[in-house]
C-alpha cells in the first residue's frame, strides 16, 4: 500500500525563523503532492500543490518537488505564531488522481 | 468558498450500535470523501464516491458502509460500532481533477464508541 512518510514529527522554531518540512512517498507511481494545513480543533485546508519537478513559491511558503526522489519540502519564513498548526503532506498517482493518500503530519509550533 | 458540512459534531454510541454520520456539500462537486484521523496516522479513507449512486471502498474500508443518495449528500454507516472506530471523521469534496484541484473538508465529527 502506498505510503506518505513526513518527518520531522514534530518542530520547534522561533518567531521569524524558517521552518523546513519533509515529505515522501513510497510508491514511484506518484505524480502530484499537497500540502495541507491544519489548526488544532479545526480541519484541513490545503496549502499549496505541487505537479512539476522544481519550486513553487506563494508568500512565505515555498514548497519544493524533486520527482526522481519522490520527495517534497515545504520551507515557512519568517514564522509567526499563528502558522504554529499540524502539516499534512499529501500524494496521488495520475490514475487516481483525485484520490490522495496522507502522510502522518508534522506538528510545527513557533514560539516567541 | 467551498462548503461541506457535518452532523452530528459529537456523538457517543455503544459497543454493537448502528451509527450514521452525514455529510452535505453545497459546492455541487463530483467526488466526495470519508477520513478518519487519528495522532499519529494523519488522515486515512475510508470510503469515496464519484457521483451519486457510486461509492469505492477506499484504504480502511473494514466495518464501515457509505451511501451517496445525490450529489449533496454522502453518509457513513457504523452497522455494528467498536470502540476501535472511536476517532474523529472528516468529510470532503473535490471537483474532477485539474491544476488547481482541492478537496474541501467538513468541521469533522468526533466518535466515541464506549
Known amino acids: 500500500q502506498q505510503k506518505v512518510q513526513q518527518s520531522p514529527e514534530s518542530l520547534i522554531v522561533p518567531e521569524g525563523g524558517m521552518a523546513s518540512l519533509n515529505c515522501t512517498s513510497s510508491d514511484r507511481n506518484v505524480d502530484y503532492f499537497w500540502w495541507y494545513r491544519q489548526h488544532s480543533g479545526k480541519s484541513p485546508k490545503m496549502l499549496m500543490?505541487?505537479?512539476?519537478?522544481g519550486e513553487k513559491e506563494e508568500g512565505r511558503f515555498t514548497v519544493h518537488l524533486n520527482k526522481a526522489s519522490l520527495h517534497t519540502s515545504l520551507h515557512i519564513r519568517d514564522s509567526q505564531p499563528s502558522d504554529s498548526a499540524l502539516y499534512l503532506c499529501?500524494?496521488?498517482?495520475?490514475?487516481?488522481?483525485?484520490?490522495?493518500?496522507f502522510g502522518q503530519g508534522t506538528s510545527l509550533s513557533v514560539v516567541p | 468558498e467551498a462548503a461541506v458540512t457535518q452532523s452530528p459534531r459529537n456523538k457517543v454510541a455503544v459497543t454493537g450500535g448502528k451509527v450514521t454520520l452525514s455529510c452535505n456539500q453545497t459546492?455541487?462537486?463530483?467526488?466526495m470523501y470519508w477520513y478518519r484521523q487519528d495522532t499519529g496516522h494523519g488522515l486515512r479513507l475510508i470510503h469515496y464516491?464519484?457521483?451519486?449512486?457510486?461509492?469505492e471502498k477506499g484504504d480502511i474500508p473494514d466495518g464501515y458502509k457509505a451511501s451517496r443518495p445525490s450529489q449533496e449528500n454522502f453518509s457513513l454507516i457504523l452497522e455494528l460500532a467498536t470502540p476501535s472506530q472511536t476517532s474523529v471523521y472528516f468529510c470532503?469534496?473535490?471537483?474532477?481533477?485539474?491544476?488547481?484541484?482541492?478537496?474541501?473538508f467538513g468541521p469533522g465529527t468526533r466518535l466515541t464508541v464506549l
Open positions: 500543490s505541487i505537479f512539476s519537478n
Open positions: 459546492n455541487n462537486h463530483n467526488n
Open positions: 470532503a469534496s473535490g471537483d474532477a481533477g485539474g491544476s488547481s484541484y482541492e478537496q474541501y
Open positions: 464516491s464519484y457521483g451519486a449512486g457510486s461509492t
Open positions: 499529501a500524494a496521488s498517482k495520475a490514475s487516481s488522481f483525485s484520490k490522495l493518500v
